[in-house]
């Protein structure tokens, strides 16, 4: 069954600087991986999505890279400010009409 | 406001109950998601519709069962509660095709006592 990890439960980081989040996935190739944030007690909200016929996706202070060979996409957030910290989910599917499976999220920590 | 709708927020029932979760899709969507969040089992995919039929199904237990509307809003039926069912209850929906994630309600938080 497909299998989507996001190996670090937390990540601590100092205001200014870049945060790196990684998501792995086994068993299948996904049709694309996408990116969300989540609050506490909130519902997650998307960020981005990349296709996997896509190397690199952009949004403001975000960007997401998506590597088939180490079946690994990277979550980077430039700038990085207290108001970015939440917890991210990464989230795959094999194609369009399939659920997305979600990983256990990192919880990221923007230290003033 | 994300325009997923869920009602209720919160639901604290006694085991051995019976609760309905209702979802209003983003007007214009025609699948809902329902997820399920637990503490150390993060989000878990229960059942998916689109447009009235049932599409796929996740690990969703034989006590939980769930319909679409043609109004295209939804109803998750949780029966014979137990402790471990307490949980985050989410609902989502997406507009296929599209190059856009789906878009989550605020969720219902069952406590199950």
């Known amino acids: 069954s497909q299998k989507i990890e996001q190996n670090s439960e937390a990540l601590n980081i100092q205001e200014g600087k870049t945060a790196t989040l990684t998501c792995n996935y086994t068993?299948?190739?996904?049709?694309?991986l996408q990116w969300y944030r989540q609050d506490p007690g909130r519902g997650p909200v998307f960020l981005l999505l990349i296709r996997e016929n896509e190397k690199e996706k952009r949004k403001e202070r975000l960007k997401v890279t998506f590597d088939t060979t180490l079946k690994q996409s990277l979550f980077h957030i430039t700038a990085s400010q207290p108001a970015d910290s939440a917890t991210y989910l990464c989230?795959?599917?094999?194609?369009?009409?399939?659920?997305?499976?979600f990983g256990k999220g990192t919880r990221l920590s923007v230290i003033a | 406001d994300s325009g997923v709708t869920q009602t209720p927020k919160h639901l604290i029932t006694a085991t051995g109950q019976r609760v309905t979760l209702r979802c209003s899709p983003r007007?214009?969507?025609?699948?809902v998601y329902w997820y399920q969040q637990s503490l150390d089992q993060g989000l878990q995919f229960l059942i998916h519709?689109?447009?009235?039929?049932?599409?796929a199904k996740g690990n969703i237990l034989e006590r939980f069962s769930a319909q679409q509307f043609p109004d295209l809003h939804s109803e998750l039926n949780l029966s014979s509660l137990e402790l471990g069912d307490s949980a985050l209850y989410f609902c989502a929906s997406h507009r296929d095709y599209s190059n856009y994630g789906y878009t989550f309600g605020s969720g219902t938080r069952l406590t199950v006592v």
């Open positions: 007007s214009g969507d025609l699948s």
């Open positions: 068993n299948y190739s996904p049709a694309y």
């Open positions: 519709y689109y447009n009235g039929e049932e599409r």
């Open positions: 989230a795959s599917a094999r194609s369009g009409n399939t659920p997305l499976v």
